[in-house]
């Protein structure tokens, strides 16, 4: 099994990291063979390096044999502050596999209801 693609959609003044190597819309990570029952992950580091504090409108994955880990819904992140986040992968059926993580998100002062 392998995993082709995750995916950050609608960034602005964001900075994901895997690793040292900061992350760009379409990047793609591939964790290889995986052994059917095997539960890999990967690790995101999400930074606020900006001047304003950033709302998180959604944080989601798909499909189904994804999962993230904190769940995230409507949070705020101050600046200069971070947090992980860790996608894990359920293998349970053979073959290829591609996953899209979406993180969706807002300045604080320009929400709209």
Known sequence: MRLHQFTEKNLRGL????????VISGASYDLGLVSTGATPQL????????SDTLTFSSVSIA??????????????????TAF????????TNTGPQTGT????????WDCAG
Do not use: E
Not at 63 to 80: Q, Y
């Open 84 to 91: 992980n986040l860790t996608v894990t992968f359920h293998a």
């Open 101 to 108: 993580l979406t993180i969706c998100l807002r300045l604080s």
């Open 43 to 50: 690790t995101f580091w999400i930074t606020n390096s900006g």
């Open 15 to 22: 900075d994901v990291f895997f690793g040292t190597t900061n």
């Open 63 to 80: 499909p189904g044999l994804f999962t993230i880990s904190p769940a995230i819904s409507s949070t705020n992140l101050a600046t200069n």
